[in-house]
């Protein structure tokens, strides 16, 4: 898994040095991304439509490595249900981990969650994650409201 955190470091390292775009290409990427590792797990039957956001984060997880210490919070903003990741030791963070030294943030994880969980119909397509980078990086994402 190593080699694939180091992919995605490299990357999104790269892309962070692009200026102040670079959080808005990493979402998009991200995206794509997850998409295609959604496509992956319905092809292994580990993800499929009916299941809640919390356990497809739960599947996304554990399949990536992305942080065992995650934690999760399902709240309602604005009248529609969002889900908000709370990030401790991040595998892929390209400044934590990667040591790059970006200006702004660069984060693929809000991205690829969103690209996984609209693959089963979780996720609308037209709303991105929102990161706050800090200590503990907190990733809220938009769910459908009419989602499990």
Not at 33 to 60: C, F, H, N, P, Q
Not at 86 to 105: D, E, L, Q
Not at 119 to 130: E, K, N, R, S, W
Request: aromatic letters at 4%.
């Amino acid at each position: 898994m190593r080699y694939l955190h180091r992919v995605f470091i490299g990357m999104t390292g790269a892309i962070g040095k692009m200026g102040p775009q670079s959080q808005l290409v990493t979402n998009r990427i991200g995206f794509q991304i997850g998409r295609e590792i959604g496509m992956e797990l319905v092809d292994r039957k580990l993800l499929s439509k009916g299941m809640t956001v919390t356990e497809v984060w739960a599947i996304l997880n554990e399949a990536l490595e992305i942080d065992s210490d995650a934690q999760l919070e399902e709240r309602e903003e604005s009248g529609r249900p969002v889900m908000t990741i709370r990030i401790h030791s991040c595998n892929i963070c390209p400044k934590k981990v990667g040591k790059y030294a970006i200006p702004g943030t660069a984060c693929p994880v809000g991205g690829i969650l969103k690209g996984v969980a609209a693959t089963i119909g979780l996720m609308d397509f037209a709303t991105y994650p929102d990161l706050v980078p800090g200590e503990v990086c907190s990733i809220s994402v938009p769910v459908k409201a009419d989602a499990p």
